[in-house]
């Protein structure tokens, strides 16, 4: 394909160079001049011989006012018959932006369209076609590369509308302070963006403050710094500068804009006090309150560390008084953080001194540190008295004398007013005060086991008033120290043990309480009387337990051991105590067994088959005997005879020999001066397993209760067994058995709940039930009951049938 390339030359420098690849190595006026000139051969063909032509790119001026304007024309160096249309494509014909580029199909001709904006497109690549009217190529596309030329059409602008910079009050010369930028549009590769900086005016604040030029600017860099010296921030507080901004190295387009620089505060100016003393007042017995402030004045800037005040107190050595700074005035605030004594101290003189929180700069003057005087001046008030320790602590032993002096000289009042003392809270009483003199005393015998008493404390409350009636209230803790106050109580006081113990070192164990508390409680020590226990011995097996055991082999039976506890207190407390002990047979687990028991599991004595036949024998002669009891009963209840009353019988035995002995009934309330209610019961016995009780006596029933008002172990007085042989006698009789009965130390007393065994059957004087049944009433003849007595007498007329 042969080109020709027709371009506008703008300012009559600009030239459009094709080069030809067809015939290399040829000096450019001999192979193609026409394309060197193409303005002078239009309508002249390019001929290829081997190789498509290389098209350079178009270069384009931006902004052109020609348009359309011609660039370039394409043509087909191949020989059609038929027309050749040529075709455009790519970015700004087809592609956005459109519309900037055409090409006539006819002649080949790309023309610009509109005017071109380089800061928008810089380049287009374009490609040509050469087709036939059917749409057939007829040959490869050529590649049109156009490069817009830049043109100084944008101003250069800052990047901020306003710059902001600090820079130190008495900065040298050539203090670095800021630095400003701006960015041009245009080619940056151009003298179109080439930019230089300049400060145009300064203008300082407050106006006027400053007329020299204080500030210069590097015009490559837009670097700002410091030109001169004197910048003051007690004078002068900142600055503004106008600034501009030039393109074609400062001769082109322009550009403004501003930088403000202000100028910050050093600690060049030492806090002073103002005036240097002060006159204050503080209330005794009174803490952590303003008693006034102080001022000083500060020329650096205000709300900074450079102003702000930091005070001491020179002089304060017990720490009575504490200043503090007002953030907001920078006044000292002088409190009182611990009370004053008027008696003690009335008037204190106080230095204070004054520095900034942050460190004073080297180019402050040299002045020294500003110090004030403050004179405090106590106020005098009724004070309440003081306890000399509170709480009052005393340490005593629970089993204190009655009238012992606790403590002494326990307040005082710093006005040396008289005092009253009194105790507000001693809930056992124990506790005695003098009114005058405050002395505490022991009113009584304390006891470790109060519920007032924790943890071995007692807390009571002592109140003490002056003669104006200002009190004051402290606690009293006593520690109570333990003593020995009780003896150890054995435990159990029953007991069984094996009858070979001795041989096998088992026997039974015992232990002891004690109601006082350690170290006069345990250890305990056990110890058998010799002389009263002389076939026992006791072992300790720890602190607290021992084990007792025969010494020989014993018979099976009860024995009474004497053991002697003891606890480990100062002074050391011993108790006696009996044992019961039951020595019995036992079985391969050391468990009593009942003899019979004990006869079977022995190897020795009779066969089994033996043992069987003989205890049949037994139950068959038992049987044959209450046989013979019930039939010998019921003869004798049919045969009553006539005229002999219910009470007598055809026996000429007395039937009441056969009555059961029943415990007698209490005498009620008359017997109270010839018994005693007491049981000699001991509480140890008493079973694990719940058990009904005799009422108002705490003893179990079916242990016999004994009598304390007479000796024990007497014999009974003898009875009254046979009836007299007049039934008028019989009055006498049971007074006898009454007399007996009350002179007998062995029967229980007469307010004993007691006990009623089961008389059983068969008994010879029959059932009183036969007073009813044995007969009808027709049958009885009841006036031997008139012959009685006058008690008789009405019960013979109850059943006089007449």
Request: negative net charge; contains cysteine; aromatic residues 8%.
């Given at each position: 394909m042969a080109v020709q390339m027709l371009m506008v030359c703008l300012l009559g420098v600009l030239l459009c160079q094709v080069w030809s690849s067809a015939e290399p190595h040829h000096n450019e006026e001999e192979l193609h001049p026409q394309v060197l000139h193409p303005w002078r051969n239009q309508g002249k063909e390019m001929v290829r011989v081997k190789r498509d032509w290389i098209i350079p790119p178009i270069?384009?001026?931006?902004?052109?006012?020609?348009?359309?304007?011609n660039l370039v024309q394409i043509k087909s160096d191949k020989i059609f018959t038929g027309e050749v249309i040529y075709k455009l494509e790519g970015p700004g014909v087809d592609q956005d932006p459109k519309n900037l580029f055409e090409i006539d199909d006819k002649t080949g001709v790309i023309r610009s369209k509109r005017p071109l904006d380089r800061e928008k497109y810089n380049s287009f690549t374009l490609k040509a076609f050469a087709l036939s009217p059917s749409g057939e190529r007829l040959e490869n596309p050529t590649t049109i590369e156009i490069v817009v030329l830049d043109q100084n059409d944008n101003r250069p602008a800052f990047t901020q509308s306003q710059f902001v910079g600090t820079v130190s009050e008495f900065s040298v010369p050539g203090t670095s302070v800021m630095s400003v930028s701006a960015t041009d549009a245009d080619d940056p590769m151009t003298e179109n963006a080439y930019l230089s900086y300049f400060i145009i005016s300064q203008e300082s604040i407050p106006a006027n403050a400053v007329t020299k030029t204080m500030f210069g600017i590097n015009n490559e860099t837009g670097a700002i710094y410091t030109r001169d010296v004197g910048l003051d921030r007690e004078v002068v507080k900142g600055f503004r500068l106008k600034l501009q901004v030039a393109d074609m190295g400062g001769m082109g387009l322009t550009g403004e804009g501003e930088a403000i620089i202000h100028v910050?505060?050093?600690?060049?100016?030492?806090?002073?006090?103002?005036p240097a003393s002060y006159s204050m007042t503080a209330v005794e017995n009174r803490q952590d309150y303003e008693i006034g402030r102080v001022n000083v004045t500060d020329r650096d800037d205000r709300g900074t560390g450079n102003w702000e005040a930091k005070y001491v107190i020179s002089n304060d050595l017990s720490g009575n008084f504490a200043i503090t700074t007002d953030p907001a005035t920078n006044q000292g605030v002088l409190t009182v953080v611990k009370p004053?004594?008027?008696?003690?101290?009335s008037v204190y003189s106080l230095i204070l001194a004054v520095e900034n929180f942050n460190t004073l700069s080297n180019k402050a003057p040299n002045l020294p540190v500003s110090?004030?005087?403050?004179?405090?001046?106590?106020?005098?008030?009724?004070?309440?008295?003081?306890?000399?320790e509170d709480p009052i602590q005393i340490v005593v032993p629970e089993s204190?004398?009655?009238?012992?002096?606790l403590k002494s000289n326990i307040a005082f009042d710093p006005d040396n007013s008289v005092l009253r003392y009194e105790i507000t809270r001693d809930p056992e009483r124990w506790l005695d005060i003098n009114r005058d003199t405050g002395d505490i005393m022991a009113k009584r015998t304390f006891n470790m086991r109060s519920p007032h008493v924790k943890n071995r404390i007692y807390n009571a409350v002592v109140k003490v008033t002056d003669a104006d009636g200002v009190s004051t209230t402290g606690t009293v803790a006593i520690t109570l120290k333990e003593t020995n106050d009780f003896p150890p109580q054995l435990f159990p006081l029953s007991g069984s043990v094996c009858r070979d113990a001795g041989r096998t070192n088992s026997g039974l164990v015992v232990t002891a309480v004690d109601e006082d508390l350690p170290p006069h409680a345990a250890p305990f020590s056990f110890e058998t009387v010799d002389y009263l226990s002389v076939n026992w011995t006791v072992i300790q097996l720890n602190y607290t337990h021992a084990l007792l055991l025969p010494l020989v082999?014993?018979?099976?039976?009860?024995?009474?051991?004497?053991?002697m506890v003891s606890d480990s207190g100062s002074p050391t407390l011993s108790a006696y105590a009996q044992v019961n002990v039951t020595v019995c047979l036992c079985d391969s687990f050391g468990d009593c067994k009942s003899e019979v028991g004990a006869i079977l599991g022995s190897s020795v004595g009779i066969s089994f088959i033996a043992l069987i036949i003989i205890m049949a024998s037994i139950a068959l002669l038992l049987l044959l005997l209450l046989l013979a009891v019930a039939i010998t009963t019921c003869g004798r209840r049919h045969h009553i005879k006539k005229g002999t009353g219910l009470l007598v019988g055809e026996s000429e035995d007395d039937i009441r020999d056969n009555v059961l002995n029943y415990d007698e009934q209490g005498g009620g309330e008359e017997d109270e001066n010839a018994f005693n209610i007491d049981m000699l019961w001991n509480p140890h016995d008493a079973p694990s397993t719940p058990v009904s009780y005799y009422p108002g006596s705490g003893v179990p029933r079916g242990k016999q209760p004994l009598r304390k008002d007479a000796p024990q172990n007497l014999p009974s007085p003898t009875y009254p067994r046979r009836p007299p042989a007049d039934p008028t006698d019989i009055e006498d009789y049971i007074n006898d058995g009454l007399e007996a009965a009350d002179n007998d130390p062995n029967v229980p007393p007469y307010d004993t709940a007691l006990i009623y065994d089961y008389e059983g059957e068969g008994s010879l004087a029959g059932s009183l039930s036969s007073i009813a049944s044995g007969s009808s009433d027709g049958d009885q003849d009841y006036d031997y009951l008139s012959d009685w007595g006058p008690r008789f007498k009405k019960l013979a007329n109850m059943y006089d049938p007449r």
């Amino acid at each position: 394909m042969a080109v020709q390339m027709l371009m506008v030359c703008l300012l009559g420098v600009l030239l459009c160079q094709v080069w030809s690849s067809a015939e290399p190595h040829h000096n450019e006026e001999e192979l193609h001049p026409q394309v060197l000139h193409p303005w002078r051969n239009q309508g002249k063909e390019m001929v290829r011989v081997k190789r498509d032509w290389i098209i350079p790119p178009i270069r384009v001026l931006e902004n052109s006012k020609q348009v359309p304007e011609n660039l370039v024309q394409i043509k087909s160096d191949k020989i059609f018959t038929g027309e050749v249309i040529y075709k455009l494509e790519g970015p700004g014909v087809d592609q956005d932006p459109k519309n900037l580029f055409e090409i006539d199909d006819k002649t080949g001709v790309i023309r610009s369209k509109r005017p071109l904006d380089r800061e928008k497109y810089n380049s287009f690549t374009l490609k040509a076609f050469a087709l036939s009217p059917s749409g057939e190529r007829l040959e490869n596309p050529t590649t049109i590369e156009i490069v817009v030329l830049d043109q100084n059409d944008n101003r250069p602008a800052f990047t901020q509308s306003q710059f902001v910079g600090t820079v130190s009050e008495f900065s040298v010369p050539g203090t670095s302070v800021m630095s400003v930028s701006a960015t041009d549009a245009d080619d940056p590769m151009t003298e179109n963006a080439y930019l230089s900086y300049f400060i145009i005016s300064q203008e300082s604040i407050p106006a006027n403050a400053v007329t020299k030029t204080m500030f210069g600017i590097n015009n490559e860099t837009g670097a700002i710094y410091t030109r001169d010296v004197g910048l003051d921030r007690e004078v002068v507080k900142g600055f503004r500068l106008k600034l501009q901004v030039a393109d074609m190295g400062g001769m082109g387009l322009t550009g403004e804009g501003e930088a403000i620089i202000h100028v910050s505060d050093i600690n060049n100016h030492a806090p002073q006090f103002s005036p240097a003393s002060y006159s204050m007042t503080a209330v005794e017995n009174r803490q952590d309150y303003e008693i006034g402030r102080v001022n000083v004045t500060d020329r650096d800037d205000r709300g900074t560390g450079n102003w702000e005040a930091k005070y001491v107190i020179s002089n304060d050595l017990s720490g009575n008084f504490a200043i503090t700074t007002d953030p907001a005035t920078n006044q000292g605030v002088l409190t009182v953080v611990k009370p004053l004594d008027y008696e003690a101290k009335s008037v204190y003189s106080l230095i204070l001194a004054v520095e900034n929180f942050n460190t004073l700069s080297n180019k402050a003057p040299n002045l020294p540190v500003s110090t004030a005087k403050v004179l405090v001046t106590v106020v005098n008030e009724n004070e309440a008295p003081h306890f000399r320790e509170d709480p009052i602590q005393i340490v005593v032993p629970e089993s204190v004398v009655p009238g012992t002096l606790l403590k002494s000289n326990i307040a005082f009042d710093p006005d040396n007013s008289v005092l009253r003392y009194e105790i507000t809270r001693d809930p056992e009483r124990w506790l005695d005060i003098n009114r005058d003199t405050g002395d505490i005393m022991a009113k009584r015998t304390f006891n470790m086991r109060s519920p007032h008493v924790k943890n071995r404390i007692y807390n009571a409350v002592v109140k003490v008033t002056d003669a104006d009636g200002v009190s004051t209230t402290g606690t009293v803790a006593i520690t109570l120290k333990e003593t020995n106050d009780f003896p150890p109580q054995l435990f159990p006081l029953s007991g069984s043990v094996c009858r070979d113990a001795g041989r096998t070192n088992s026997g039974l164990v015992v232990t002891a309480v004690d109601e006082d508390l350690p170290p006069h409680a345990a250890p305990f020590s056990f110890e058998t009387v010799d002389y009263l226990s002389v076939n026992w011995t006791v072992i300790q097996l720890n602190y607290t337990h021992a084990l007792l055991l025969p010494l020989v082999e014993l018979e099976v039976g009860e024995y009474v051991v004497t053991l002697m506890v003891s606890d480990s207190g100062s002074p050391t407390l011993s108790a006696y105590a009996q044992v019961n002990v039951t020595v019995c047979l036992c079985d391969s687990f050391g468990d009593c067994k009942s003899e019979v028991g004990a006869i079977l599991g022995s190897s020795v004595g009779i066969s089994f088959i033996a043992l069987i036949i003989i205890m049949a024998s037994i139950a068959l002669l038992l049987l044959l005997l209450l046989l013979a009891v019930a039939i010998t009963t019921c003869g004798r209840r049919h045969h009553i005879k006539k005229g002999t009353g219910l009470l007598v019988g055809e026996s000429e035995d007395d039937i009441r020999d056969n009555v059961l002995n029943y415990d007698e009934q209490g005498g009620g309330e008359e017997d109270e001066n010839a018994f005693n209610i007491d049981m000699l019961w001991n509480p140890h016995d008493a079973p694990s397993t719940p058990v009904s009780y005799y009422p108002g006596s705490g003893v179990p029933r079916g242990k016999q209760p004994l009598r304390k008002d007479a000796p024990q172990n007497l014999p009974s007085p003898t009875y009254p067994r046979r009836p007299p042989a007049d039934p008028t006698d019989i009055e006498d009789y049971i007074n006898d058995g009454l007399e007996a009965a009350d002179n007998d130390p062995n029967v229980p007393p007469y307010d004993t709940a007691l006990i009623y065994d089961y008389e059983g059957e068969g008994s010879l004087a029959g059932s009183l039930s036969s007073i009813a049944s044995g007969s009808s009433d027709g049958d009885q003849d009841y006036d031997y009951l008139s012959d009685w007595g006058p008690r008789f007498k009405k019960l013979a007329n109850m059943y006089d049938p007449r």
